[in-house]
């Protein structure tokens, strides 16, 4: 097998959105509770109280789970170690932060954290805001009481504020607070599904689903409270974790193929915008024809 075409992976989320998703694809446009297309996916979605086993987890066109296809033959396909996504909140997402590796596999057995990059595809209206990283260093103890409280004005207040714009890309360090706004955005990310919420007034979250099932005083832990500024663009640092570009063609390692812009064909199979392949380790060169635009996104080296 050289490219696996992929099905979409609509996801269900605490919050409504998806519509510039549809969009994308020259579907019908509808903001709902599936915001999220995981794409490449062997990663099972975190939704608590939500029973829906395999939730997230990306199958071939032709039928069976990526996760289980890459078991079969893994020298071939190589280590799924990122996860692609598309997001499409029509809302404000709480603030939030997620774990890194030491923390992750320390506390939640796994090997992965989840550093995450995000492109912004598409906005509602020209920009659309995001804030990130704290402006100054924040006690731990001043930090929780603002959790406990749901001192948005104060939780919220003290990350950076960016506007930006269809093209731009944020580097999303584990453990730096965050929100994001209304945006069509292609996130990279650790192949998990943690989230430690420090926000949910509001919205439709159980306090006691915030932090992991870890407790505050183990949780709080995984939060960078000390100041981080911003930047855009992928820095050195975010190899360790993924990278992407705009080649179509074999990567030497598990990857995934995003069309984003065109019609055509790859490996002389027929592609519009939204379609998506995973890619293995062992892919031969393969043509490609057609006005495309591609994103191929890989993990980290």
């Known amino acids: 097998m050289n490219l696996a075409r992929l099905r979409p992976t609509r996801v269900y989320r605490f919050y409504r959105g998806g519509a510039l998703i549809d969009r994308l694809r020259a579907e019908p446009e509808r903001d709902g509770e599936r915001p999220e297309d995981w794409i490449g996916s ?69 090997d992965y954290g989840k550093t995450e990059a995000w492109r912004i595809v598409a906005t509602r209206d020209g920009t659309s805001d995001v804030w ?32 930006v714009r269809p093209g731009d890309v944020v580097f999303v360090p584990a453990g730096v607070p965050h929100a994001i706004g209304g945006a069509l955005i292609v996130e990279l990310q650790e192949p998990t599904d943690f989230s430690i919420l420090c926000e949910w007034e509001g919205f439709p979250v159980d306090p006691r689903d915030a932090h992991l099932g870890l407790g505050w005083d183990v949780a709080l832990e995984a ?11 992928l820095p050195p640092e975010a190899a360790a974790f993924f990278a992407v570009d705009e ?16 019609e055509g064909s790859i490996d002389d199979q027929p592609v519009r915008a939204g379609d998506a392949f995973a890619m293995p380790a062992a892919a031969q060169p393969f043509e490609v024809h057609g006005d495309l635009r591609v994103l191929r996104c890989m993990g980290g080296k």
């Open 132 to 163: 990130l990283g704290l402006r100054e260093y924040v006690e731990r103890e001043r930090y929780r009481a603002w959790i406990e409280e749901q001192d948005v004005d104060a939780l919220l207040g003290s990350l950076h504020h960016l506007v």
């Open 42 to 110: 062997v990663v099972a979605a975190n939704n608590p109280r939500r029973r829906e086993p395999e939730a997230g987890l990306t199958r071939l066109e032709s039928g069976p789970l990526l996760r289980d296809v890459i078991r079969e033959r893994p020298a071939h396909w190589g280590t799924p170690d990122v996860l692609v996504k598309l997001l499409d909140p029509v809302e404000r997402l709480p603030m939030h932060a997620h774990p890194d590796r030491e923390f992750a596999r320390v506390h939640l057995g796994s």
């Open 247 to 262: 080649r179509a063609e074999p990567a030497g390692r598990f990857a995934v193929l995003l069309v984003l812009e065109g």
């Open 223 to 233: 939060l960078r409270l000390e100041a981080h500024e911003p930047q855009l663009g």
